[in-house]
């Protein structure tokens, strides 16, 4: 029969308890027969005192049997009392046994496991198959076999995370050069674009303007539309670029102190003929004593184009469309900003306006509403992501309400100037798209004589053409080359007073060409103008620090750059 632990103790305690019983017993029966004995002499003696012998014999005698009775009694108590112990301390040397094999059995196991042997196990015997003992081992199985399913479990999903890792490392690798690709691509599409409409856009500027000759009515009317498309693809490429340089993160911008009534008014001036072509009432709302604002000139000048134009294009003939900034407030516009450190810049206009759903949307890359009414005005919905991004980088923000009433308000906020953010930002005064940077020049120089001498590198023959073309009405000798070493030797062979220069050149590019012109003694004071397609902000920055003097990019303006190179060479 197996009993457990608990039930074998207690059969221990009952064999004690039966001992002590029957011990006890024994010992009340003699010391009840020795009374009997005692109260028969008792009785003798009362009743004859010539039994004394009688008496004292028969105490005697009962003296022996009680003597007799207590050796046995005692040695029977002392072997109850060894039988007991004994067998108590068998039953306890097992248990003990069992339970201290027992214990350092899991002990062991539980190390191994520890170790990450999920598969120990700990072996039951038939003996301890039904006790606490047994129980406990077989727990401690199960709970091992619980691990072990576990460390399965997790060593598949880590499989698969690692798996799913090592696809998105991939992924992302493959996206990194899909997206250099892509900016590469863009930037060689843009210079290849940039050429010939540079072409286009510069003839029809000469013709337009009959520098070519007589036009009349009807073809200057045909060269106008044509230059306003013109104007409208190179925004295009403009926007794609832009797009590109925001995605790849080399979109900069370089912010100073500027006043923004004046950013403002030139923006919106430059843009009088839209108003007027659509009989549009523009309203300017700009408080005179509005603070000045910590931004890059070019890109919020750009913003304001975008959130006009895109009021334009929306807003009927004989609309209304309002410019307005407000003065510091205490307003919260969103994620603890507050308009104390900050202007704000609206304009509203009572067009056609947006749904609830397209709040939200509006600003996203190349999102444009879907209903026929907006769909019809065209446009790539490029427009509103830069402006977002813009605003952004100058740390603002920017969003869009539509009044029940009808038509939009487009909001942006930008940061106002500090005296502190100006002495740690100083940066190179630039004017942008086109280019210049302003030397000094030595107020003593004296003026040149007419006939100087321009020497123009470029080795699209069209694109030379066209250069040459607007500059001929001028009093100058024009000369050409085709690459940089051509330019060089003409450079140090002659005279020359001012060289216009590409940066894509064979042989030798653009800006080795320049750093040359400008570390040599004898040529270093000559001024470089940089006429090319190449218009990302890196390459700008690169041709001015190769020592360029002026940087105009394509397309250009016939005029522009006419006045520019007076400008270098008075």
Request: aromatic letters at 6%.
């Amino acid at each position: 029969m197996n009993l457990n632990i608990t039930q074998k103790l207690i059969v221990g305690f009952l064999i004690v308890i039966l001992f002590s019983a029957m011990v006890g017993t024994f010992s009340y029966i003699s010391l009840h027969r020795v009374t009997e004995g005692l109260q028969v002499i008792i009785e003798d003696l009362d009743s004859a005192v010539s039994k004394e012998n009688y008496v004292i014999s028969g105490a005697n005698q009962l003296i022996k049997t009680a003597t007799r009775y207590n050796i046995f009694l005692s040695i029977f108590i002392m072997f109850s009392f060894i039988a007991t112990l004994g067998g108590a301390l068998l039953l306890l040397g097992k248990f003990t046994s069992r339970f201290t094999d027992s214990i350092i059995s899991l002990s062991q196991k539980a190390e191994l496991i520890g170790q990450g042997q999920l598969n120990e196990r700990i072996e039951i015997s038939s003996q301890d198959s039904k006790d606490e003992i047994g129980e406990l081992a077989r727990t401690f199985n199960r709970m091992a076999s619980s691990l072990q399913d576990r460390q399965i479990e997790i060593e598949k999903v880590n499989q698969e995370l690692e798996r799913r890792d090592r696809v998105l490392r991939e992924a992302n690798e493959k996206l990194q050069q899909l997206n250099a690709i892509k900016s590469d691509f863009l930037s060689t599409v843009s210079h290849e674009l940039r050429t010939p409409l540079t072409v286009i856009k510069g003839y029809v500027s000469l013709i337009k303007n009959q520098r070519l000759g007589q036009i009349n009515a009807r073809q200057e009317k045909g060269l106008i539309a044509a230059d306003d498309r013109a104007d409208h693809l190179n925004s295009l490429i403009n926007d794609l670029l832009d797009l590109s340089r925001i995605e790849s993160n080399k979109y900069e911008i370089r912010q100073k102190s500027l006043d923004f009534t004046e950013l403002a008014e030139e923006t919106t001036n430059s843009m009088k003929p839209l108003f007027q072509k659509k009989k549009i009432h523009f309203k300017s709302r700009i408080p005179s004593e509005l603070p000045k604002v910590y931004a890059d000139k070019q890109k919020i000048s750009q913003v304001l184009i975008n959130l006009l134009s895109n009021a334009i294009k929306f807003t009927p003939a004989g609309g209304e469309i309002i410019l307005e900034a407000l003065l510091e407030k205490e307003e919260k516009i969103g994620k603890g900003i507050s308009l104390k450190d900050f202007i704000q810049i609206n304009v509203i206009d009572k067009g056609i306006g947006l749904a609830e759903n397209e709040l939200k949307k509006i600003f996203d890359k190349f999102y444009q509403a879907d209903n026929t009414a907006t769909r019809e005005y065209g446009g790539t919905g490029l427009g509103l992501c830069i402006a977002k991004n813009i605003v952004e980088l100058h740390h603002g923000q920017i969003w869009v309400k539509s009044p029940e009433k009808g038509g939009s308000i487009f909001s942006f906020t930008l940061p106002k100037s500090h005296e502190a953010m100006h002495s740690a930002n100083k940066l190179q005064e630039v004017r942008e798209g086109p280019y210049i940077k302003h030397n000094e020049k030595d107020e003593n120089k004296q003026k040149k004589t007419l006939k100087q001498k321009i020497l123009v590198v470029e080795d699209d023959p069209e694109v030379c053409d066209l250069i040459v073309t607007c500059i001929s009405s001028e009093n100058w000798n024009i000369f050409t080359a085709k690459d940089g070493i051509e330019a060089l030797e003409k450079i140090f062979q002659g005279s020359i007073d001012l060289i216009i220069l590409d940066i894509n050149l064979p042989r030798l590019n653009g800006f080795d060409l320049c750093q040359i012109v400008k570390t040599n003694k004898k040529t270093k004071d000559i001024p470089v103008l940089i006429l090319s397609a190449s218009a990302q902000r890196s390459e700008i920055d690169q041709g001015f620090r190769m020592g360029a003097d002026d940087y105009i990019t394509h397309p250009f303006v016939p005029d522009e750059v006419v006045n520019r190179i007076c400008t270098l060479i008075r």
